[in-house]
């Protein structure tokens, strides 16, 4: 199986358990991605998207439907609905908008401080905790076509946290599924339902 089908598989399973558990969850995906907004985010990057965010996103497109975006200087910041933080830390899946704002915002932020190793043009956001700076970006820039996940925060450049997109998302579904498991993101977390969604404890 590659990458690219084990990111379906994995995803599959979380859709699936959001769905038949945290409705309110569920509701906040969003369709699949079009042609259009993947070529706008490929555009943006400057680069074929991996086969396995394109993989995810034609599953569904972030996490984002019931959010609202409220105008920043230089372009737009995402406003998360409680029901779109599905993932252990509180992190929203970034749809394919989302992806090309904070991926454009954290560019400029480098080339104002003058330090290109702060964000690289190959780090793709995929996961953020909106209200700061943390989350997970896929790193599309490595000579042997792996895209290892890196984790980034306030106090450090990004690094890396998983092999890949599969191992990370099949963390998650083992811990929804199955209540155990030792994904790097589920690590000391354990889902229950609130109100209809996924709350991480």
Same mark, same amino acid.
């Given at each position: 199986?590659?990458? #690219?089908?084990?990111?379906?598989?994995? *995803?599959?399973?979380?859709?699936?358990?959001?769905?038949?558990?945290?409705?309110?969850?569920?509701?906040?995906?969003?369709?699949?991605?079009?042609?259009? +907004?993947?070529?706008?985010?490929?555009?943006?990057?400057?680069? =074929?998207?991996?086969? %396995?965010?394109?993989?995810?996103? &034609?599953?569904?497109?972030?996490?984002? #439907?019931?959010?609202?975006?409220? #105008?920043?200087? =230089?372009?737009?910041?995402?406003?998360?609905?409680?029901?779109? &933080? /599905?993932?252990?830390?509180?992190?929203?899946?970034?749809?394919?908008?989302?992806?090309?704002?904070?991926? =454009?915002?954290?560019?400029? /932020?480098?080339?104002?401080?003058? +330090?290109?190793?702060? *964000?690289?043009?190959? *780090?793709?956001?995929?996961?953020?905790?909106?209200?700061?700076?943390?989350?997970? %970006?896929?790193?599309?820039?490595?000579?042997?076509?792996?895209?290892?996940?890196? #984790?980034?925060?306030?106090? +450090?450049?990004?690094?890396?946290?998983?092999?890949?997109?599969?191992?990370?998302?099949?963390?998650?579904?083992?811990?929804?599924?199955?209540?155990?498991?030792?994904?790097?993101?589920?690590?000391?977390?354990?889902?229950?339902?609130?109100?209809?969604?996924? %709350?991480?404890?």
């Amino acid at each position: 199986m590659s990458h #690219a089908d084990g990111v379906r598989y994995e *995803w599959a399973r979380i859709v699936r358990w959001l769905v038949e558990n945290a409705p309110a969850s569920a509701q906040a995906l969003n369709p699949p991605a079009t042609d259009a +907004d993947l070529q706008r985010l490929s555009d943006h990057l400057g680069f =074929g998207l991996p086969e %396995v965010l394109e993989t995810w996103l &034609r599953q569904n497109n972030g996490s984002t #439907a019931k959010d609202s975006r409220t #105008a920043v200087p =230089g372009g737009f910041r995402l406003v998360p609905h409680a029901d779109s &933080r /599905i993932f252990p830390g509180g992190e929203v899946f970034l749809d394919c908008q989302s992806i090309i704002d904070r991926h =454009g915002n954290h560019l400029r /932020i480098a080339d104002h401080i003058g +330090d290109e190793d702060w *964000w690289q043009p190959s *780090w793709i956001p995929v996961l953020a905790e909106v209200d700061a700076h943390y989350g997970l %970006v896929l790193d599309a820039g490595q000579r042997d076509g792996s895209v290892p996940v890196l #984790a980034y925060r306030e106090t +450090d450049y990004p690094k890396r946290y998983a092999a890949s997109l599969e191992e990370l998302l099949a963390g998650v579904a083992d811990m929804l599924e199955h209540g155990r498991g030792d994904g790097v993101l589920t690590r000391g977390r354990y889902p229950f339902v609130q109100d209809g969604r996924v %709350v991480w404890d």
